[in-house]
C-alpha cells in the first residue's frame, strides 16, 4: 500500500515521488498536504502534494533532504512502500483568480505551487510564477511550471540563471514597474515567506503563505503546529496550511522552528555516521 510508483532526482538534494495512492488522490484540492512516515523508525511529517491525478489514483511529492526523515523518504526506490501515509490534510487554498496572481516559490516551494497554479488556469485571471533557488543546480521545475503559467521568472542568487538575487527582489521588481498584482502566494522557507510578506504588505498586496511549523499527528491533537494570526492562537494542520500573511507572527513561529535545532542535527550526525559506517 502506498508504493513509489516513480521516483526522479531532481537536483543532488531534491526528488520527486509518485505514490499510489487512489483515495488520497481522489479527495485532493490544491494547497493540502499528506502526512507520511518513511519507515516504524522515522518520523511522520508533513509533505505538500505537489501534484495529483484521480484518475490514475497517484499522488505526487517533492521532497529535499536536509534531516533524517526527509533523508529517510529520499532513500525509498520504486517498488517500495511508506510506512504510513495519510491525507489529504489541511484545508484547500482559497482562490479568486479573477486579477494577476503571483506564485511565488523558494527551494522545494516550486513544486508546491504547481498544483495552486493548475487551480488557476481554470480561472478567468493570469498568473505569474517567481522560482528561485542558490544557484542553477538547485532550480527545479521550471520547465513544469512554464506550462501551467502564463510568466516564470527564475531567480538565482549567484546568478547562474535568471534574475541574480532572491525572490523578494523580483517581486519587488515588478512592483515597483508598476505591474498590476491582485494577490500573492508563497511556499518556502520560513524566512522566504517572512521576506515575501515584508514586500506586500507595504504595497497592500493580499498575501497567502502556507506554514509549516513542527507537526505530529496534522488532525489538530497534539499542539504542536499552533501559530498565532491576527492574535489568535490556531493550528497549521486544521486551520491552515495557508494563511494571510501580513497577519502571521513570524517572529514567534521562526523562534519555535528553532527549538528542537540541536537534536535534529545530533540525529542527522548519528543517521550520516550509520549510513557511512563500514560493512564488516
Known amino acids: 500500500m502506498y508504493e513509489i510508483i516513480e521516483k526522479r532526482t531532481l537536483t543532488p538534494v ?7 495512492a487512489p483515495l488520497v488522490a481522489r479527495a485532493a484540492k490544491a494547497g493540502q498536504f499528506v502526512m507520511l512516515r518513511a519507515r516504524s523508525s522515522g518520523e511522520r511529517i508533513p509533505v505538500t502534494i505537489t501534484d495529483f491525478d484521480a484518475e490514475k489514483g497517484t499522488i505526487t511529492i ?6 533524517v526523515t526527509s533523508k529517510m523518504i529520499g532513500a525509498l526506490e520504486v517498488g517500495e512502500s511508506f510506512t504510513d501515509f495519510a491525507g489529504p490534510m489541511g484545508e484547500p487554498i482559497t482562490l479568486a ?4 496572481t503571483i506564485c511565488v ?3 522545494f516551494g516550486a513544486g508546491a505551487i504547481l498544483t495552486i497554479l493548475k487551480a488557476l488556469k481554470d480561472k478567468p485571471g493570469r498568473t505569474t510564477a517567481i522560482v528561485g533557488a542558490r544557484n542553477a543546480e538547485l532550480l527545479i521545475l521550471g520547465d513544469v511550471l512554464e506550462g501551467v503559467a502564463d510568466q516564470i521568472f527564475l531567480c538565482t542568487d549567484d546568478g547562474s540563471k535568471g534574475y541574480k538575487g532572491f525572490v523578494t527582489g523580483k517581486l519587488q521588481e515588478l512592483i515597483n514597474a508598476g505591474e498590476t498584482i491582485d494577490e500573492v502566494i508563497a511556499v518556502g522557507p ?3 515567506m517572512r ?9 497592500g498586496i493580499k498575501t497567502q503563505v502556507s506554514l509549516d511549523p513542527i507537526m505530529v499527528d496534522g488532525t489538530g491533537m497534539c499542539g504542536a503546529c499552533r501559530v498565532t494570526v491576527d492574535g489568535e492562537t490556531l493550528f497549521a494542520c486544521v486551520d491552515g496550511p495557508f494563511f494571510e500573511a501580513a497577519k502571521v507572527n513570524f517572529d514567534e513561529l521562526v523562534r519555535r522552528n528553532r527549538i528542537y535545532k540541536d537534536e535534529e542535527a545530533d540525529a542527522l550526525n548519528r543517521y550520516n555516521s550509520e549510513c557511512h559506517r563500514p560493512v564488516s
Open 14 to 20: 531534491t526528488k520527486v515521488i509518485v505514490i499510489a
Open 62 to 67: 517533492v521532497v529535499q533532504e536536509v534531516g
Open 97 to 100: 483568480g479573477n486579477g494577476h
Open 105 to 107: 516559490g523558494g527551494g
Open 190 to 192: 520560513m524566512m522566504m
Open 195 to 203: 521576506a515575501v510578506a515584508g514586500v506586500t504588505t507595504p504595497a
